[in-house]
T-cell receptor
Framework: SAVISQKPSRDICQRGTSLTIQCQVD?????MFWYRQQPGQSLTLIAT?????????ESGFVIDKFPISRPNLTFSTLTVSNMSPEDSSIYLC?????????????FGSGTQLSVL | AQKITQTQPGMFVQEKEAVTLDCTYD???????LFWYKQPSSGEMIFLIY??????QNATEGRYSLNFQKARKSANLVISASQLGDSAMYFC???????????FGTGTRLKVLA
């Protein structure tokens, strides 16, 4: 199983600023993902981080707001840009592992973001 | 459209008792996987158990078992001998074969009482 280190674990930020979240995996993985969990809500996929190419964003999420980097097979960053209070959420990095028909996801410990 | 439904926003269980967390799903794809994750107050997502759509037997992992009823499209999580440390949010999720996209339910908050 993959061990995922995510940092920062939490942050409090001012409106209009940006925060970059880092995700480091202890082994090379093909697929890395970024999820958002708004307060009291379920997880929503933001994008798939592709190594060597642009991230693939889900409907409702755009690169200008959530730029993602994936320089190699063990590391990715997500930036939350020009933050507003609506961006207050838990952001989770996850990686894919093959497990039968479904692809089991491993998650980082999450970044709890509060925007004032 | 694929969907996961968890109808219990909150549950209480007495320590050492068993508890069942409900999950129903909807998909027209014959190949899929069903997962349960635990999210403690610290925020991380912890994988608990997996059931593939073609698995004949219900999955078990220690105190966790998955009551898979394919015809009813349900995948309920059973936790036996509940412990105080089981208090957390529990999410049911579905992944489709050949894709890494997961659909998560809205979660059930479980509180284990001493």
């Amino acid at each position: 199983s993959a061990v995922i280190s995510q940092k920062p674990s939490r942050d409090i930020c001012q409106r209009g600023t940006s925060l970059t979240i880092q995700c480091q995996v202890d082994s090379q993985v093909t697929m890395m993902f970024w999820y958002r969990q708004q307060p009291g809500q379920s997880l929503t996929l933001i994008a798939t981080a592709n190594q060597g190419s642009e991230a693939t964003y889900e409907s409702g999420f755009v690169i200008d707001k959530f730029p993602i980097s994936r320089p190699n097979l063990t590391f990715s960053t997500l930036t939350v840009s020009n933050m507003s209070p609506e961006d207050s959420s838990i952001y989770l990095c996850s990686v894919g592992d093959v497990m039968g028909l479904g692809e089991k996801l491993f998650f980082g410990s999450g970044t709890q973001l509060s925007v004032l | 459209a694929q969907k996961i439904t968890q109808t219990q926003p909150g549950m209480f269980v007495q320590e050492k008792e068993a508890v069942t967390l409900d999950c129903t799903y909807d998909t027209s794809d014959p190949s899929y996987g069903l997962f349960w994750y635990k999210q403690p107050s610290s925020g991380e997502m912890i994988f608990l158990i997996y059931q593939g759509s073609y698995d004949q037997q219900n999955a078990t992992e220690g105190r966790y078992s998955l009551n898979f009823q394919k015809a009813r499209k349900s995948a309920n999580l059973v936790i036996s001998a509940s412990q105080l440390g089981d208090s957390a949010m529990y999410f049911c999720a579905m992944g489709l074969s050949g894709t890494y996209k997961y659909i998560f339910g809205t979660g059930t908050r479980l509180k284990v009482l001493a």
